[in-house]
């Protein structure tokens, strides 16, 4: 089966969770610094929400160009992914909502660490097709950074009841480490 609808659907998915997380932003009140001052955690949440969604998208891309075609399996794997993203406006409204307070910032560690499942859920399902001698198995390697991630998102949930600052440091924290170009799919295309 061709990779071309997957792909498709999938970068029409996630245009359509930005889309949803910008219409969520509102604008200030009145023309005042202070007001803007007040909407600030909706703005940074919705920066690093975005952040993520390119991450993904490009990920999502740049694996997909390793992969020759897909299965069922693949497809329900890509689906699981999608859902966990799609939780993103939700989850970072409400953050944005609570000015990132506790229960709220967890669950949004809670929506990423399961969103970073889904995407290993997926690796492992195009390898286990393509076999552990294809251009993803090698590309994708022992994924350290994919488990220092999930360590990274397992300490935000848990700082969450004590000190969300070290929680939402923790989420921006992976999202830095993923935003520097990951280089291993091109690097076994080339």
Same mark, same amino acid.
């Given at each position: 089966m061709g990779k071309g609808r997957l792909e498709a659907f999938s970068d029409g998915v996630i245009a359509i969770i930005i889309t949803i997380m910008?219409?969520?932003?509102?604008?200030?009140e009145d023309a005042s610094l202070k007001a803007l001052l007040?909407?600030?955690?909706?703005?940074?949440?919705?920066?690093l929400s975005f952040l993520y969604a390119g991450i993904y998208w490009n990920n999502?891309? $740049?694996?997909? %160009? *390793?992969?020759?075609?897909?299965?069922?399996a693949v497809l329900w794997a890509n689906l699981h992914l999608l859902f966990w993203l799609s939780l993103t406006p939700f989850t970072s409204a409400w953050?944005?909502?609570? $000015?990132?307070? %506790? *229960?709220p910032v967890a669950l949004y560690g809670g929506t990423l660490f399961m969103t970073a499942i889904a995407y290993t859920i997926l690796v492992r399902v195009l390898i286990a097709q393509d076999g552990k001698g294809s251009l993803v198995a090698k590309a994708i390697g022992r994924d350290t950074k994919g488990w220092m991630s999930l360590a990274l998102y397992v300490?935000?949930?848990?700082?969450?009841?004590?000190q969300t600052s070290i929680s939402v440091g923790c989420y921006a924290l992976v999202a830095?480490?993923?935003l520097i170009p990951?280089?291993?799919i091109e690097r076994v295309l080339k």
């Amino acid at each position: 089966m061709g990779k071309g609808r997957l792909e498709a659907f999938s970068d029409g998915v996630i245009a359509i969770i930005i889309t949803i997380m910008v219409l969520e932003l509102k604008a200030p009140e009145d023309a005042s610094l202070k007001a803007l001052l007040q909407v600030w955690p909706h703005i940074a949440i919705y920066g690093l929400s975005f952040l993520y969604a390119g991450i993904y998208w490009n990920n999502h891309h $740049h694996l997909f %160009q *390793a992969v020759k075609s897909v299965n069922g399996a693949v497809l329900w794997a890509n689906l699981h992914l999608l859902f966990w993203l799609s939780l993103t406006p939700f989850t970072s409204a409400w953050m944005g909502e609570n $000015h990132f307070a %506790q *229960a709220p910032v967890a669950l949004y560690g809670g929506t990423l660490f399961m969103t970073a499942i889904a995407y290993t859920i997926l690796v492992r399902v195009l390898i286990a097709q393509d076999g552990k001698g294809s251009l993803v198995a090698k590309a994708i390697g022992r994924d350290t950074k994919g488990w220092m991630s999930l360590a990274l998102y397992v300490a935000g949930i848990v700082a969450a009841p004590f000190q969300t600052s070290i929680s939402v440091g923790c989420y921006a924290l992976v999202a830095m480490i993923w935003l520097i170009p990951d280089k291993r799919i091109e690097r076994v295309l080339k």
